[in-house]
T-cell receptor, first 112, second 109 residues
């Protein structure tokens, strides 16, 4: 079945640094999604990507749909304390019955 | 405009008891999902529903039952709760992207 590998599992950075995380899949996807989950809350959609090569920004966040359609990247520029949380990638395959599947998340920590 | 709500937000129950977690949406999205989130496993799909009266198993359906008599509601029932079902449960709807509820933290003692 389809699998998503998300890396890194966790990151420790200084406030103000840029952050990069990525997801790779074992098969081609038609849709890539990036979510953020704050403690005690459900995941919230940050960016949705629908086309290979697409680059989309949401404030300081930028995500890209890889050309091979098997990967996606999320970058956060100039991190701030409220960026702390778990970031999930998710993707949906090309078949009509394919469900959205999720990576295991990247936990972002910001050091004081 | 609440979107998607879950109740209760927190629940403690004993092993063997029946528990029902509620999920309600105001959007009329066709697809609804139940996930459980556990450390080290990410989000695992329990059941999903493509429309009212249509449900299907996900990755980890054992010990759970769902129903969907109305489009807006998708309750999840643990018929005889076990400690391994201690988890955080998320309901989601889908219209292109998935949108998640705030979660229910369930503890089975």
């Amino acid at each position: 079945g389809q699998q998503l590998n998300q890396s890194p599992q966790s990151m420790f950075i200084q406030e103000g640094e840029d952050v990069s995380m990525n997801c790779t899949s074992s098969s081609i996807f038609n849709t890539w999604l990036w979510y953020k989950q704050d403690p005690g809350e459900g995941p919230v959609l940050l960016i949705a990507l629908y086309k290979a090569g697409e680059l989309t920004s949401n404030g300081r966040l930028t995500a890209q749909f890889g050309i091979t359609r098997k990967d996606s990247f999320l970058n956060i520029s100039a991190s701030i304390p409220s960026d702390v949380g778990i970031y999930f990638c998710a993707g949906q395959g090309v078949n009509r019955d394919d469900k959205i599947i999720f990576g295991k998340g990247t936990r972002l920590h910001i050091l004081p | 405009d609440a979107g998607i709500t879950q109740s209760p937000r927190y629940k403690i129950t004993e092993t063997g008891r029946q528990v029902t977690l509620m999920c309600h949406q105001t959007w009329s999205h066709s697809y609804m999902f139940w996930y459980r989130q556990d450390l080290g496993h990410g989000l695992r799909l329990i059941y999903y529903s493509a429309a009212a009266d249509i449900t299907d198993k996900g990755e980890v359906p054992d010990g759970y039952v769902v129903s969907r008599s109305k489009t807006e509601n998708f309750p999840l029932t643990l018929e005889s709760a076990t400690r391994s079902q201690t988890s955080v449960y998320f309901c989601a709807t889908q219209a292109g992207e998935q949108y998640f509820g705030p979660g229910t933290r369930l503890t089975v003692t």
